[in-house]
């Protein structure tokens, strides 16, 4: 089967050179012709400045160069899918489109898998999430992912199309579960950014990881994720990764916040949005999900750092 990406940021053409490392063919589109012209003719991607893009892939600037792919990879942001998604709409019946992002669309409310079920009822939606940096899984480094699918014999043959023998794919029929993981993870990294950024030392990141983590079960349960889903790579293995890591953008996104310093509003951080849409469906669904709503706050800058840790220590004590 013909793969496409769309989207020529880190991720996206991480999991290209991956798969054309592997022997297939890819069609890589970015949206910007210029970016187009530099990774075909340098053969790098500024966004992944060490690793050399191998001669299967190719690179377009032309859309109508992917609508002969039968798998197409979704790697834009999170907030973008829509956009992205909805004047294609008509021709992308039938094909497998696997969201890469990790967000909730704050139009909508709705994860990317949910997003491409709506758009595009005749193709198979699925989602692709999990612990992973671009860079990692660039360099052939071991990564396994989550490949979430509604149909199981379609999600194995995303499965066995996607994985190579150093990226592993894990399968779940749970596109609610697999989606809200990858989603609510970045919250909860923004937040341990600022628990090390503001000072407030290792043992109140693993607090909040640990804490978080009960938050995002409660919402996926709520949105009507399977149980397990939460305890599972795109999940609980995202949350460790992102939570811990520098190279997490969202975790260094809430250092800069702990520190009271800019951060490049380029980046691509996708908890922010996120954070604001949980906050949303929180107060829709009455849900106590505290370290969510400072999260959102403190991106909002509607608190500061000091009144967001007072909010949170001064909860009233209870039951693990
Ligand atoms: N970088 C990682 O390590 C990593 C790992 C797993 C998942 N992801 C997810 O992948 C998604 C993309 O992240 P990334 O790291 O590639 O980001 P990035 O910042 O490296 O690149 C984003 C790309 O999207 C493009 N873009 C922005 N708006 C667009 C639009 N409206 N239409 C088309 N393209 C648009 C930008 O030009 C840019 O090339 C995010 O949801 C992220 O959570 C990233
Ligand atoms: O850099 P981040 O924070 O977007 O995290 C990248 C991946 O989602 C980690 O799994």
Redesign the pocket.
Known sequence: MKIGVA??????TALGVALALDGNAITLW???PD?VATMQTTRLNP?LPDVPLPPKMDFTAAIDDLLGCDILLL????Q?LR??LEPLAGRLDGKYLVA????IDLTRMTGPGTSITELVPTATAAVLTGP???ADIACGLPTALTLACADDAHGAILQTALSTTALRLYRTTDIIGAELGGALKNVMAIASGVAIGAGLGESARAALITRGFPEMQRLAAALGAMPDTLGGLSGFGDLVLTCTSPQSRNYRCGVALGQAAGFDQAT?V?GAATARAVRQLAQELDIDLPICAVVADLIEEKTDVAAALNALLSRPLREE
């Open positions: 989207g020529g940021g880190a991720f996206g970015a949206r910007n970016a966004k790697a834009v942001p999170a973008t956009p992205f890469c992002c990790k967000g992973s940096f671009a691509t996708e």
